[in-house]
Nanobody
Framework: QLQLVESGGGLVQPGGSLRLTCAASGSTLDYYAIGWFRQAPGKEREGVATISSSGGNTNYWSRVKGRFTLSRDNAKNTAYLQMNSLKPEDTAVYYC?????????????????WGQGTQVTVSS
């Protein structure tokens, strides 16, 4: 059974950076697309970025494109979300998810495995 654990969240000032890590165990990530989603209090879950199993196809939500970078290292069974130029509206719990699919997807229902989430707070 694939298990995912996120880390790297925290409190950062506007304009700052954080790198979130999604570490997998129990199975190899090689065959899974990875998605990062976020959910702020009182809001629906939003897809932030996705990457295909090979890493050859990456997609970003328009609100984070140019600021966030999703990458993966299958040899380390790990994915990373580099977040730069953070804004207060980026404040949310960020979740890593994995699913087997063709390409990648922003549909959270396509992802069978989820981490517990890590809090990101952007505030001065």
């Amino acid at each position: 059974q694939l298990q995912l654990v996120e880390s790297g969240g925290g409190l950062v000032q506007p304009g700052g950076s954080l790198r979130l890590t999604c570490a997998a165990s129990g199975s190899t990530l090689d065959y899974y697309a990875i998605g990062w989603f976020r959910q702020a209090p009182g809001k629906e879950r939003e897809g932030v970025a996705t990457i295909s199993s090979s890493g050859g196809n990456t997609n970003y939500w328009s609100r984070v494109k140019g600021r966030f970078t999703l990458s993966r290292d299958n040899a380390k069974n790990t994915a990373y979300l580099q977040m730069n130029s953070l804004k207060p509206e980026d404040t949310a719990v960020y979740y890593c998810a994995a699913g087997i699919m063709y390409g990648n997807s922003f549909n959270w229902g396509d992802y069978a495995f989820w981490g517990q989430g890590t809090q990101v707070t952007v505030s001065s």
